[in-house]
């Protein structure tokens, strides 16, 4: 028999949503979460559809947690302490190998990020995921786009382009060694929400983003909103031992710089600042967009709805 839409959401997804400053999670009309005083929501939403975001090849259990780094991500990026999230789920059936894989992947993430599942609707239609995270922040502090001054140094988290280099891969036209192949699915199957790192970011950081359209692209964003010039010196972007094994070093490079679904951060602090781990690559200066040396082309970043210029 099928299961009812009642008891797929017992069985598989009201389990996860204990967490601190949840008081009421799946079963009602609404979820309630406390604030700590003083401290202001953050949320956000992303989507991802089958066929747009993902192809049918990954396992649910990697969309699972895909789809709420995805989201976490805009979270890290503001420097905000995970609360909750609720996931929108549209499927085309109650698959109960699928359901089982993909709530496997939901819990990693839900463990990892500490960041409860407390509601979400369930219905029926093409394969469809929304994920809404809430986050704290204190009054008073946020890693916004247009915090960036003339005279920061600019930093990344991690290594760029996997994820781009993967998709390569997947689409044949490349063939990295089996272990570098492995390590670029994993990093676009299983990107990492970089949590810890937003919130250490909180008050040293004057802006932040997360690169999930490409380095260049969202950089453009930064400066815009900033109303400054970016200068990003391509040698020092960090990429990985698997991307770097590329046989050819600029399109390792352009992936680097213009590819997306990496979800590091990217972020700008005070020169004189230093943080371990993470990679300086360019400096803000006065002007505006973002320099690299690159042709002009290469630096759109993937666009939905076609080139806004
Ligand atoms: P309503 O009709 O009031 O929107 P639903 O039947 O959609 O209620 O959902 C019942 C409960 O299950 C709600 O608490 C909702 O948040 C939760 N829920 C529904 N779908 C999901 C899901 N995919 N993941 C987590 N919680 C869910
Ligand atoms: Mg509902």
Redesign the pocket.
Known sequence: MPLT??E???R???S??RGEGVEL???????ILSLPPGERLATSVDTLVEGVHFSTDIFPEDLGFRCVSVAASDLAAMGARPLGM????TLPAADELWLTMFSQG?AAAVSDYRLP??????TRGPLAISVQVLGSLPAGSALLRSGAREGDAVFVSGTLGDAAGALAFLRGEWQPEPHHGEYLLQRLYRPEARLDLGQALLDRATAAIDVSDGLLADLGHVAAASGVRIEIERECVPMSDALRSHPEPEQALTWALTGGDDYELCFCMPADEELPGVTRIGRVTTGAGVECNLPVDAVRGYQHFGTSG
């Open positions: 839409e009642f797929l959401i017992y598989y997804f009201s996860l949503g999670s799946v079963g009602d009309d609404c979820a609720t996931v929108a789920l939901l599942l407390v509601g979400g609707d369930t």
